[in-house]
């Protein structure tokens, strides 16, 4: 009778050594623990025995099974671990690998340079306003007092898409939509930036495509001492403290009078160096006083209100800004060039 427990405990001892996975452990486990296992049938055989037999018997088979109990525990402790090791392996990340690099791109330099402007007026009240890129004639050329026919237009390289509609040659455009919008009521304080596009051949200093902003004030009593007052604010805050300004003469339809604004060379103090080519001053941009003319085609009395305007190239300003000698780089989106631009963002 010992032999056959002894057999069976030596043939589930082997069984357990041989599982290699859970499973088939799993599958010993039922083979001879389970209630239908082999132990369980020794167990069975009891009740035939004489009762003098039984005590040594039952003592046997449950010596067998605590052994075998525990030999399978520990097997299964044993499986256990080696499978977490065999996940982990598998599942390993080589934290030393280099990471993929995310490239971030930076602020364009006339983007730059669109805030700081839309910051500066902001700051002084103005709202900003936008418009198509696609435009009506009646708003670029009509409302802006340049009929057809005015030679004003011949000024103006236009890309036409069909008679009527076209790709703004300036932000003026805007201007006359908001004195438009405006049904005659003032005060109106705002600026307008956007691109706008001509038909030039580009070079160093030309592009069929760039971005101007125009500012507008319209109310009682806006005077060209205002003007003056506003686009010298402007030029220290864009080109530094101790900026002077001055007005020469020029001719705009849309304004009367009209005005070219040069700031004083902020490479030379106006001393006269290469930039400013000796004189001391440099030209930013166009401006004058709204013509009657335009105020009335709007909808406004001009008897009652006036307003100034002022128009500015955004490439030139960045150009003298960041000493930028031709204007096709902002367009080409080299990364050397446009990677410069994180120090100033
Ligand atoms: N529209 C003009 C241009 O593109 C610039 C300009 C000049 C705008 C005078 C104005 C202005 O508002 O008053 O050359």
Redesign the pocket.
């Known amino acids: 009778m010992s032999e056959q427990i002894a057999d069976v405990q030596q043939a589930a001892l082997q069984a357990i050594e041989h599982a290699q996975t859970l499973n088939e452990l799993n599958e010993v486990k039922v083979q001879y623990l389970g209630k239908k296992g082999e132990i369980q049938a020794l167990m069975s055989q009891m009740r035939a025995l004489p009762k003098e037999e039984k005590p040594a018997f039952g003592q046997m088979v449950n010596d067998c099974k605590e052994t075998v109990t525990e030999v399978l525990e520990k097997k299964q402790q044993d499986l256990e671990v080696q499978a977490t090791a065999a996940k982990l392996e598998q599942e390993k990340i080589d934290v030393t690998l280099p990471g993929d690099t995310i490239r971030i791109g930076t602020t364009h330099p006339l983007i730059l340079i669109q805030n700081e402007i839309e910051d500066l007026f902001l700051g002084m009240g103005y709202k900003v306003a936008e418009g198509p890129e696609l435009e009506q004639d009646h708003y670029n050329f009509e409302l802006?007092n340049i009929p057809a026919d005015h030679p004003a237009r011949d000024?103006?390289d236009t890309f036409y898409i069909d008679p009527t509609t076209l790709l703004r040659?300036?932000?003026?455009a805007m201007?006359m939509r908001e004195l438009e919008k405006a049904h005659g009521q003032t005060p109106i304080k705002l600026i307008c930036p956007g691109k706008?596009y001509r038909r030039d051949d580009d070079d160093a200093t030309h592009s069929h495509q760039f971005m101007?902003c125009?500012?507008?004030v319209v109310g009682e009593h806006v005077t060209l001492t205002d003007l003056k007052g506003t686009l010298e604010f402007m030029a220290n805050k864009m080109f530094g403290e101790g900026r002077k300004i001055r007005f020469r003469p020029?001719y705009?339809p849309?304004?009367e009078p009209?005005?070219e604004v040069d700031v004083s060379c902020p490479f030379c103090n106006g001393k006269g160096c290469s930039v400013c080519k000796g004189s001391g001053w440099i030209e930013i941009?166009?401006?004058?006083m709204?013509h009657p003319h335009v105020l009335e085609m709007n909808g406004f009395d001009p008897e009652k209100c006036s307003g100034?305007?002022?128009?500015?190239?955004l490439e030139r300003v960045a150009m003298l800004k960041y000493g930028i000698n031709d204007i096709r780089n902002f367009y080409i989106n080299d990364e050397r060039f446009l990677n410069t631009f994180d120090r100033f963002d």
């Open positions: 802006a000024m103006q040659t300036h932000t003026t201007q706008v101007q125009e500012g507008l020029s705009f849309f304004t009209s005005v941009l166009g401006a004058g709204v100034f305007a002022f128009g500015v190239g």
